[in-house]
């Protein structure tokens, strides 16, 4: 069965720079969301996407952007990168309607910033 | 706001006994969803179990058993005969039930397990 995809797996950058992360749902997934797991530390919620529309937002730094495009894949775009940005970048999806809970994981874009 | 809390950082088995991992939540909703995520060294999110809490039936799949108790707003995990393959971070996740839209997952702090050969 298809899984989510994320690209890259790891990422490496300076910091300053400016990176960004892509996310492809499975098919039929409309609603995407975005998760922040720090070193040692539980996923935390960034940005959520349903039909291409924002629809919840977390603790996502203002330097960070995110979008859903008509093909519902997602892009987290991130600039002026700190140190305290490195961490595993999570993506998952899921069918919008609240009779599908499951929001199934990628396997995540390791970001590290030196 | 909802919150959930896992109490222990680090738990230990001995391979084929059972272990509980215990995970509590507050929350003012009465629609929602708890799960059980398990986080292997490769670090993939994997679902475990999941229970709607307005079943008040506890969820079971194979070796995996939770205890929902919906008033004392506790959720905890039970591995029977445990595994190798059982050693990994566990974290207990909360869902908000909404219609046409999408809730977030909100973690607890997870609970290291060990399974010991």
């Known amino acids: 069965a298809a899984g989510v995809i994320q690209s890259p797996r790891h990422l490496i950058k300076e910091k300053r720079e400016t990176a960004t992360l892509k996310c492809y749902p499975i098919p039929r997934h409309d609603t995407v969301y975005w998760y922040q797991q720090g070193p040692g530390q539980d996923p935390q919620f960034l940005i959520s996407f349903y039909e291409k529309m924002q629809s919840d937002k977390g603790s996502i730094p203002d330097r960070f952007s995110a979008q859903q495009f008509s093909d519902y894949h997602s892009e987290l775009n991130m600039s002026s990168l700190e140190l305290g940005d490195s961490a595993l970048y999570f993506c998952?999806?899921?069918?919008?309607?609240?009779?599908?809970?499951?929001?199934?994981f990628g396997p995540g874009t390791r970001l590290t910033v030196l | 706001a909802q919150t959930v809390t896992q109490s222990q950082p680090e738990m230990s088995v001995q391979e084929a006994e059972t272990v509980t991992l215990s995970c509590t939540y507050d929350?003012?909703?009465?629609?929602?969803?708890l799960f059980w995520y398990k986080q292997p060294p490769s670090r993939q999110m994997i679902l475990v179990i999941r229970q709607e809490a307005y079943k008040q039936q506890n969820a079971t799949e194979n070796r995996f058993s939770v205890n929902f108790q919906k008033a004392a707003k506790s959720f905890s995990l039970k591995i029977s005969d445990s595994q190798l393959g059982d050693t990994a971070m566990y974290f207990c996740?909360?869902?908000?039930?909404?219609?046409?839209?999408?809730?977030?997952?909100?973690f607890g702090s997870g609970t290291r397990l060990l399974v010991r050969p």
């Open positions: 998952a999806s899921k069918r919008g309607s609240p009779s599908y809970n499951e929001q199934f």
């Open positions: 996740a909360f869902m908000k039930r909404v219609e046409w839209s999408s809730y977030k997952l909100i």
């Open positions: 929350t003012s909703e009465n629609n929602y969803y």
